[in-house]
T-cell receptor, first 115, second 116 residues
Framework: AQKITQTQPGMFVQEKEAVTLDCTYD???????LFWYKQPSSGEMIFLIY??????QNATEGRYSLNFQKARKSANLVISASQLGDSAMYFC????????????FGKGNQVVVIP | EPEVTQTPSHQVTQMGQEVILRCVPISNHLYFYWYRQILGQKVEFLVS????????KSEIFDDQFSVERPDGSNFTLKIRSTKLEDSAMYFCASTLEDRASKNIQYFGAGTRLSVL
């Protein structure tokens, strides 16, 4: 069964606008971590932001924020003030803290920022 | 800023040949990982390594694969007899694995393996 679901088609966003990337997850583990990674066309995986399941507040890292809705099992990434360099694939990932330490990734969201 | 380093960036090999992909994790990190990403697909976990032994492996990580930490800095993935379907981007990652670090896994830039 899919643990991470990212179903949005490729997105075009105007420079300087905000964009929201959807991510839903499935786990019965009460303790878990949620991550977003950016993969530009060059291929590397760049860590962006982390949200722990017990964190009371939504995570923020500069222009990145995570809209964490635990009851709905969603962890959407918000990129504010988009820049041309934000054009990339964005992957949501989860780590369940009991029993293993692997990351389970979603299929990714493609974002293209247009001037 | 410390980073995970992978070499080579691109490896081309003939089917049936052995390949070794190399990684230098972040120096004070304790847990090491290999993931792969077949072109256009999601990233898949292969194996995790801690204290000089495999701590977890996926169903993809069969007898054709092995990992090693031959010295204090390198972490390698060996594929004994490559198949066409092994063509993928292979990522190494490492983490300090403590609460303060939030268990964030930092990835290298990847090695693109092309099996002909």
């Amino acid at each position: 069964a899919q643990k991470i679901t990212q179903t949005q088609p490729g997105m075009f966003v105007q420079e300087k606008e905000a964009v929201t990337l959807d991510c839903t997850y499935d786990t019965s583990d009460p303790s878990y971590g949620l991550f977003w990674y950016k993969q530009p066309s060059s291929g590397e995986m760049i860590f962006l932001i982390y949200q722990g399941s017990y964190d009371q507040q939504n995570a923020t890292e500069g222009r990145y924020s995570l809209n964490f809705q635990k009851a709905r099992k969603s962890a959407n990434l918000v990129i504010s003030a988009s820049q041309l360099g934000d054009s990339a694939m964005y992957f949501c990932a989860m780590r369940e803290n009991y029993g293993n330490n692997r990351l389970a990734f979603g299929k990714g969201n493609q974002v293209v920022v247009i001037p | 800023e410390p980073e995970v380093t992978q070499t080579p960036s691109h490896q081309v090999t003939q089917m049936g040949q052995e390949v070794i992909l190399r990684c230098v994790p972040i120096s004070n990190h304790l847990y090491f990982y290999w993931y792969r990403q077949i072109l256009g697909q999601k990233v898949e976990f292969l194996v995790s390594f801690y204290n000089n032994e495999i701590s977890e492996k996926s169903e993809i990580f069969d007898d054709q694969f092995s990992v090693e930490r031959p010295d204090g800095s390198n972490f390698t993935l060996k594929i004994r007899s490559t198949k066409l379907e092994d063509s993928a981007m292979y990522f190494c990652a490492s983490t300090l694995e403590d609460r303060a670090s939030k268990n964030i896994q930092y990835f290298g830039a990847g090695t693109r393996l092309s099996v002909l």
